[in-house]
T-cell receptor, first 116, second 114 residues
Framework: DTAVSQTPKYLVTQMGNDKSIKCEQN?????MYWYKQDSKKFLKIMFS???????INETVPNRFSPKSPDKAHLNLHINSLELGDSAVYFC???????????????FGPGTRLLVL | AQTVTQSQPEMSVQEAETVTLSCTYD???????LFWYKQPPSRQMILVIR??????QNATENRFSVNFQKAAKSFSLKISDSQLGDAAMYFC???????????FGTGTSLTVIP
């Protein structure tokens, strides 16, 4: 069973469009994250939610809006896509306080976004 | 904010040899966690090894081991008997013992030479 899943895996779209990336985890974790990995492979955190509540909101354009309908899901909606948004977006989850590795962050497979 | 530094953007190793990837971090906390993640060309982020700061013993996972020097704030990864499948980008990561945020280094690209 996939622990952290993302859809779609690939997303090619035109500049100016609005798109969403979905993330689901079946690990029972309380905390979920979105990261952006650019062409230089630098991994930058964008958002973090804990029990559906936003706890980390890094300097990200407000065109990016995360939504967490429940603690197992954290979706990322992007408005008015720009060329610079092209990157790989990773979802991840972790569980604070869980013994035996619970502090570990588990990643989804990534969504490769290409804006034309 | 905590920072994680990987000073080696690229490393190479001969197959079956040993290689060490370096990582240093900056923190004022005493309780935290450290990780090494591997990212092969498939882009999947795979956990390699983790270390709790309160444990003095260095973590080991098969051919992978760490040299954790808490006072020096150093957390290097040693890969023994390197295999072609070890070729990947390796990221060092720090997690606070009280917060939810992870901090990642800029990565080290490892090439394994047959």
């Amino acid at each position: 069973d996939t622990a952290v899943s993302q859809t779609p895996k690939y997303l090619v779209t035109q500049m100016g469009n609005d798109k969403s990336i979905k993330c689901e985890q079946n690990l029972g974790h309380d905390t979920m994250y979105w990261y952006k990995q650019d062409s230089k492979k630098f991994l930058k955190i964008m958002f973090s939610y804990n029990n559906k509540e936003l706890i980390i909101n890094e300097t990200v354009p407000n065109r990016f809006s995360p939504k967490s309908p429940d603690k197992a899901h954290l979706n990322l909606h992007i408005n008015s896509l720009e060329l610079g948004d092209s990157a790989v977006y990773f979802c991840a989850s972790s569980q604070k306080g869980l013994a035996g590795g619970g502090e570990t962050q588990y990643f989804g497979p990534g969504t490769r976004l290409l804006v034309l | 904010a905590q920072t994680v530094t990987q000073s080696q953007p690229e490393m190479s190793v001969q197959e079956a040899e040993t290689v060490t990837l370096s990582c240093t971090y900056d923190t004022s906390e005493s309780d935290y966690y450290l990780f090494w993640y591997k990212q092969p060309p498939s882009r999947q982020m795979i956990l390699v090894i983790r270390q709790e700061a309160y444990k003095q013993q260095n973590a080991t996972e098969n051919r992978f081991s760490v040299n954790f020097q808490k006072a020096a704030k150093s957390f290097s990864l040693k890969i023994s008997d390197s295999q072609l499948g070890d070729a990947a980008m390796y990221f060092c990561a720090y997690r606070s013992g009280i917060g939810n945020q992870f901090y990642f280094g800029t990565g080290t690209s490892l090439t394994v030479i047959p």
